[in-house]
């Protein structure tokens, strides 16, 4: 094994929590009531399906090879040959996803915050810091998590108890006036978020102690998809209609605290806690991506990997998407079927002919 450090069963759930949620309760609030209006916190309910049916795979698939992770499975699934091809695919999107997640970090620190800082020294500062925790290996990660994700739980529960007093709670009304149909629309955007849970393939391998590992994982989807409702419903509150107009409502959001004259304008402070998620996020992408490289190079080390990969994000996150506008448009069309498909049926694909083959196999010896 390529990696020595090892993680708890915690630090996977929570390092999988951020993955998810970290850019999702920016962005899904905005992308979501496009469609879904006033159902929006309906959609994460929906979207949580495609989470569940990936942590049973993901599971079933490490309890048939232990102690490997996706990108060395698939040579023993399909062999050599075609297994180092599906493999490059996962690990090709896994870039281009680590890439996604580096640029919805950077236009959010530039559109609220560093508004004629050039995009590529943003994404270039946080990418620098993630190479040192991703050097530092897995138990670093694990451990920022377990210190930082709390920080930032805290604050963005913090936020909507202050807000209390501004919550209109009968904005919620009424509830599927157009049917069930706009909040499946809408939960699009919750479905690709979600179907990142296909990384735990790579971190599975890596704990300490493997039992419990499907009560963990489903503990990290549960928490995902209530933290997704509940950053939903506390836009709809406070904001009502106009929802679908605001980019960043959570930003937004923050903005509106007022507690006398002395405790106003924490959105700073908002984005100083949030860059602690954001970077626990980044440093999971930016190493599972090394570490998953090095596994299909049959490499005895990640670490010489850490700054030409990191390169290489940089200039995905700035190639692959033209504009901001290009970005969230995606992300509501085109970028949730993208991501399905590679998330979704790359892992049922391998669970199905692993499966078979080993029934082929049973049935052989028994004759």
């Not at 020595?4 to 998810?20: F, N, Q």
């Not at 899904?28 to 916190?41: E, F, G, N």
């Not at 048939?64 to 075609?82: H, N, S, V, W």
Request: charged share 10%; hydrophobic share 55%; glycine share 6%.
């Amino acid at each position: 094994m390529i990696e020595k450090g090892r993680i708890s069963h915690l630090e996977l759930a929570l390092i999988m929590y951020a993955t998810v949620v970290a850019t999702a309760i920016l962005y899904i609030p905005y992308v979501t009531a496009q469609h879904a209006k006033r159902d929006l916190w309906l959609s994460p309910i929906w979207g949580s399906l495609s989470g569940f049916l990936i942590v049973l795979i993901i599971v079933k698939l490490s309890k048939l090879f232990p102690g490997k992770t996706l990108i060395e499975y698939c040579e023993l699934i399909l062999g050599r040959a075609f297994g180092k091809i599906i493999a490059f695919i996962y690990l090709f999107f896994l870039l281009h996803d680590t890439a996604i997640a580096f640029r919805e970090y950077g236009e959010f620190i530039e559109s609220a915050f560093l508004h004629k800082t050039p995009m590529i020294f943003v994404t270039a500062s946080i990418a620098l810091s993630c190479a040192i925790a991703v050097h530092g290996g897995i138990e670093t990660i694990g451990r920022c998590a377990l210190i930082f994700l709390p920080i930032v739980v805290a604050l963005y529960v913090l936020i909507y108890v202050f807000l209390i007093p501004d919550l209109n709670v009968k904005n919620i009304f009424p509830i599927m006036q157009d049917g069930v149909m706009p909040s499946i629309k809408g939960s699009l955007a919750p479905h690709a978020w979600l179907s990142q849970f296909s990384l735990m393939s790579i971190l599975i391998p890596l704990l300490s102690n493997q039992q419990k590992v499907m009560k963990w994982g489903m503990f990290s989807v549960i928490a995902s998809v209530l933290t997704m409702i509940f950053i939903n419903l506390g836009n709809l509150f406070l904001f009502g209609g106009i929802i679908s107009n605001l980019q960043f409502p959570v930003f937004e959001a923050a903005r509106f605290i007022s507690i006398g004259s002395f405790f106003e304008h924490i959105e700073s402070v908002l984005i100083a806690v949030w860059v602690l998620g954001g970077f626990v996020q980044l440093s999971s992408f930016f190493y599972m991506l090394v570490l998953g490289t090095s596994q299909w190079l049959t490499l005895p080390s990640y670490k010489p990997f850490v700054l030409p990969i990191g390169f290489l994000i940089i200039l995905f996150s700035i190639w692959s998407i033209p504009s901001f506008e290009e970005m969230i448009r995606g992300m509501g069309t085109t970028v949730p079927y993208y991501f399905l498909t590679v998330q979704l049926l790359i892992p049922i694909f391998l669970l199905c002919v692993a499966v078979i083959r080993r029934k082929s196999v049973k049935s052989g010896l028994s004759r």
